[in-house]
């Protein structure tokens, strides 16, 4: 093949797909998908045009559709001409799930062992090009909004060598409390069999083999058409501001009949034509050794390729097993008549309530537990920003990141601590960004850093972010749970010129009541909010409750902060 290199490139699909209302219930009890809108079918169809990420090397193409939550709607093998995933003419959503709809195509990402409550909404995307060093083109794609704490980045790449695709996700619980988590894979593959972390359909001639990097995914279910692998067989809790990265490869399996043994590196099939062997990546002299029904060994040197099909005829005699070796003489694949394909492990599905129990409140002086070390050292941090003792707080968050280097807010923290110091803090805005390329507040660092513009119009840095507004409002929480008001203010004034949002002027009366004591300025806040249509974005982070109940209990005849107030108060 020509093309030695992976690319990726922005296209376009027209799919038809089910349309849905969103609904927002009158109570929060009944209202699982809080904070964002119910949803509910309709009976109407169109075909929509949507806007898609590419991803291909010589041997598959990957597409990606942002506008549904970031989910893999088609893994196509461009060695035989074969779709890997299962599709229907139209992507139609179905009845169940916690905002009431729920769509399976695609591969999509869990945080919770469950359907994510945005798999349906927009994700961020950026395309990492190759550069004269590198021969892999990436897509990233992040959700720092996803309902809870926990937000990810994903990054995907086809390694230009090898018919894989890799997947890395990068989790991060925001917040400062635990919360619920199980990241892993849905995958929609039609009916099939399982076993050995291998997908074999019985519809078509494909399949998948699921290879592990660095961690070993516990939780593995097949039902109803679908794969799902998962890091535990339980939900587990996610510390605060801890952090988790794990890795696969996916490997497509196509065009092999009857298919017996899989791995990262081969595919053999075995049928009465003889055998197959489907192999990801260039195998030059390679070993085969077949053991016939005899105890003959037979042994024959192989050179495998990707875009090539190796097929041997066997004749009658059909072997008992199958080795196959590298140059090297290690086994990449083996394969023994008779053996039994591992049953299909599935957890329960139940959380370990356990887990969720918080500990006893330490003095944060008390830097012992290793466990608890890190949010030890960031609980100082923020503190000595309250006290706007910058140098201090430099020297806490380093201390922080000997624990938890893997945070990326941790090393915003000590990013905006040097900034507020006057200092450079270019290394560690570089860490952050090497760890969360499109996290949010690295955007806000840049504005915040840039002098301060009397100018009306807003500021083009931020653009991207008004898309999702839910991150304006994820910025000035953070300040604000940093106690940085004054920081807080430029950011949320700047944000309420790209977006008119309820919340956005919330926060800005929580800055001006508890900062200047501007009791008139905040009252105008509160009165703008008001007017705003009812509906999403709705307050669920720790941060935006201290709001509402702190703007409460300035304001008790406000009507609007009221009904939020009930709302957080059922939840």
Same mark, same amino acid.
């Given at each position: 093949m020509s093309q030695t290199r992976s690319e990726a490139f922005e296209d376009g699909i027209d799919l038809p797909i089910g349309l849905v209302e969103a609904q927002i219930p009158s109570k929060k009890v009944n209202?699982?998908?809080?904070?964002? $809108?119910?949803?509910? +079918?309709?009976s109407d169809e169109e075909v929509r045009t949507f806007r898609t990420i590419v991803l291909e090397n010589p041997y598959l193409r990957a597409v990606v559709l942002p506008g549904m939550g970031g989910r893999i709607v088609s893994l196509f093998d461009k060695r035989t001409g074969l779709e890997i995933l299962r599709r229907h003419p139209a992507i139609q959503p179905q009845s169940g799930g916690r905002r009431g709809v729920f769509v399976? &195509?695609?591969?999509?990402? +869990? +945080?919770?062992?469950? &359907?994510? +409550?945005?798999?349906?909404?927009?994700?961020?995307?950026?395309? &990492?090009?190759?550069?004269e060093e590198e021969d892999e083109t990436a897509i990233w794609l992040s959700e720092t909004f996803t309902g809870t704490g926990i937000a990810y980045h994903a990054r995907l790449s086809l390694p230009p060598d090898r018919a894989e695709l890799c997947l890395e996700v990068r989790v991060t619980n925001r917040w400062l409390t635990p919360q619920p988590y199980n990241g892993g894979l849905s995958i929609y593959l039609g009916e099939g069999t399982y076993g050995d972390s291998t997908f074999y359909s019985t519809e078509r001639p494909v399949g998948l083999h699921i290879a592990e990097i660095d961690l070993e995914m516990k939780g593995w279910q097949y039902c109803a058409g679908t794969l799902s692998l998962t890091r535990f067989d339980k939900t587990r809790v996610l510390a605060p501001r801890q952090s988790e990265t794990w890795k696969v490869a996916i490997v497509p399996i196509s065009g092999i009949q009857n298919p017996v043994a899989s791995s990262r590196e081969a595919t053999v099939g075995l049928s009465l034509d003889g055998l197959q062997i489907q192999t990801s990546c260039q195998r030059p002299r390679h070993k085969i050794f077949l053991l016939t029904e005899t105890e003959e060994t037979l042994e024959a040197q192989v050179d495998l390729y990707p875009e090539h099909t190796l097929e041997m005829e066997l004749g009658k005699n059909q072997p008992k097993g199958i080795i196959l070796r590298d140059p090297a003489k290690i086994e990449i694949l083996s394969y023994k008549a008779g053996r039994t394909r591992d049953e299909l492990m599935s957890g329960d599905g139940?959380?370990? &309530?356990?887990?969720?129990?918080? $500990?006893?409140?330490?003095?944060?002086?008390?830097?012992?537990?290793?466990?608890t070390r890190h949010i030890a050292y960031t609980h100082l941090g923020i503190t000595a920003l309250h006290a706007k003792n910058f140098g201090e707080a430099n020297r806490v968050f380093e201390q922080a990141l000997l624990y938890n280097a893997d945070d990326p807010l941790l090393w915003w923290s000590k990013a905006m601590s040097l900034r507020l110091k006057n200092e450079d803090n270019q290394a560690e805005l570089l860490n952050a960004h090497y760890l969360a390329p499109l996290e949010p507040a690295l955007k806000a660092e840049s504005f915040l850093s840039q002098p301060i513009d009397l100018s009306a119009e807003p500021n083009p840095l931020l653009i991207t972010l008004a898309e999702n507004p839910e991150e304006l409002i994820e910025v000035g929480c953070l300040l604000i749970e940093c106690g940085l008001l004054d920081q807080a203010s430029r950011w949320l004034d700047e944000a309420l010129r790209h977006r008119d949002l309820s919340m956005l002027r919330y926060l800005m009366a929580y800055c001006l009541f508890s900062g200047p004591k501007l009791l008139a300025e905040a009252s105008e806040q509160v009165r703008l909010a008001g007017l705003a249509p009812w509906g999403p974005p709705f307050p669920f982070r720790p941060m935006e409750q201290v709001v509402i109940q702190s703007l409460i209990n300035a304001f008790p005849a406000d009507q609007r902060l009221q009904v939020l107030g009930r709302y957080l108060e059922m939840g």
């Amino acid at each position: 093949m020509s093309q030695t290199r992976s690319e990726a490139f922005e296209d376009g699909i027209d799919l038809p797909i089910g349309l849905v209302e969103a609904q927002i219930p009158s109570k929060k009890v009944n209202w699982p998908g809080y904070p964002l $809108p119910q949803l509910s +079918l309709l009976s109407d169809e169109e075909v929509r045009t949507f806007r898609t990420i590419v991803l291909e090397n010589p041997y598959l193409r990957a597409v990606v559709l942002p506008g549904m939550g970031g989910r893999i709607v088609s893994l196509f093998d461009k060695r035989t001409g074969l779709e890997i995933l299962r599709r229907h003419p139209a992507i139609q959503p179905q009845s169940g799930g916690r905002r009431g709809v729920f769509v399976r &195509e695609g591969i999509q990402i +869990l +945080l919770d062992g469950k &359907e994510r +409550l945005t798999a349906l909404g927009n994700v961020n995307t950026q395309i &990492e090009f190759q550069n004269e060093e590198e021969d892999e083109t990436a897509i990233w794609l992040s959700e720092t909004f996803t309902g809870t704490g926990i937000a990810y980045h994903a990054r995907l790449s086809l390694p230009p060598d090898r018919a894989e695709l890799c997947l890395e996700v990068r989790v991060t619980n925001r917040w400062l409390t635990p919360q619920p988590y199980n990241g892993g894979l849905s995958i929609y593959l039609g009916e099939g069999t399982y076993g050995d972390s291998t997908f074999y359909s019985t519809e078509r001639p494909v399949g998948l083999h699921i290879a592990e990097i660095d961690l070993e995914m516990k939780g593995w279910q097949y039902c109803a058409g679908t794969l799902s692998l998962t890091r535990f067989d339980k939900t587990r809790v996610l510390a605060p501001r801890q952090s988790e990265t794990w890795k696969v490869a996916i490997v497509p399996i196509s065009g092999i009949q009857n298919p017996v043994a899989s791995s990262r590196e081969a595919t053999v099939g075995l049928s009465l034509d003889g055998l197959q062997i489907q192999t990801s990546c260039q195998r030059p002299r390679h070993k085969i050794f077949l053991l016939t029904e005899t105890e003959e060994t037979l042994e024959a040197q192989v050179d495998l390729y990707p875009e090539h099909t190796l097929e041997m005829e066997l004749g009658k005699n059909q072997p008992k097993g199958i080795i196959l070796r590298d140059p090297a003489k290690i086994e990449i694949l083996s394969y023994k008549a008779g053996r039994t394909r591992d049953e299909l492990m599935s957890g329960d599905g139940n959380v370990d &309530e356990s887990q969720f129990q918080m $500990p006893p409140q330490r003095d944060l002086t008390d830097r012992f537990d290793v466990a608890t070390r890190h949010i030890a050292y960031t609980h100082l941090g923020i503190t000595a920003l309250h006290a706007k003792n910058f140098g201090e707080a430099n020297r806490v968050f380093e201390q922080a990141l000997l624990y938890n280097a893997d945070d990326p807010l941790l090393w915003w923290s000590k990013a905006m601590s040097l900034r507020l110091k006057n200092e450079d803090n270019q290394a560690e805005l570089l860490n952050a960004h090497y760890l969360a390329p499109l996290e949010p507040a690295l955007k806000a660092e840049s504005f915040l850093s840039q002098p301060i513009d009397l100018s009306a119009e807003p500021n083009p840095l931020l653009i991207t972010l008004a898309e999702n507004p839910e991150e304006l409002i994820e910025v000035g929480c953070l300040l604000i749970e940093c106690g940085l008001l004054d920081q807080a203010s430029r950011w949320l004034d700047e944000a309420l010129r790209h977006r008119d949002l309820s919340m956005l002027r919330y926060l800005m009366a929580y800055c001006l009541f508890s900062g200047p004591k501007l009791l008139a300025e905040a009252s105008e806040q509160v009165r703008l909010a008001g007017l705003a249509p009812w509906g999403p974005p709705f307050p669920f982070r720790p941060m935006e409750q201290v709001v509402i109940q702190s703007l409460i209990n300035a304001f008790p005849a406000d009507q609007r902060l009221q009904v939020l107030g009930r709302y957080l108060e059922m939840g």
